[in-house]
């Protein structure tokens, strides 16, 4: 079981890692070019800035991947 959950918790980072980067990424290609950059130094900012020009995709798997890794996080803190 603990196995599994580290795994989870493992998974679930790599994966908002990856989509978060892959925001801020789409947004410096979107004009203005600073919200790339802001969104990697503030977090949040990417799903909002993300939802707002259309990647409404990469901001569910976002939103998504933050929720498992809180809820692996809070389990593996038991």
Same mark, same amino acid.
């Given at each position: 079981?603990?196995?599994?959950? &580290?795994?989870?918790? =493992? ?5 908002? *890692?990856? *989509?978060?980067?892959?925001?801020? &990424?789409?947004? &410096? ?11 990697? *130094? *503030? ?6 800035? /993300?939802?707002?020009? /259309?990647?409404?995709?990469? =901001? ?19």
């Amino acid at each position: 079981m603990d196995t599994a959950i &580290v795994t989870l918790l =493992v998974g679930s980072f790599a994966t908002l *890692v990856t *989509v978060h980067l892959a925001l801020a &990424v789409g947004l &410096v290609r979107r004009r203005p070019h600073w919200r790339g950059a802001a969104a990697l *130094v *503030v977090p949040p900012l990417a799903p909002y800035w /993300g939802f707002r020009v /259309g990647m409404r995709k990469r =901001v569910i798997v976002w939103l998504a991947a933050v929720s498992l890794y809180a809820v692996s996080l809070a389990a593996v803190s038991f």
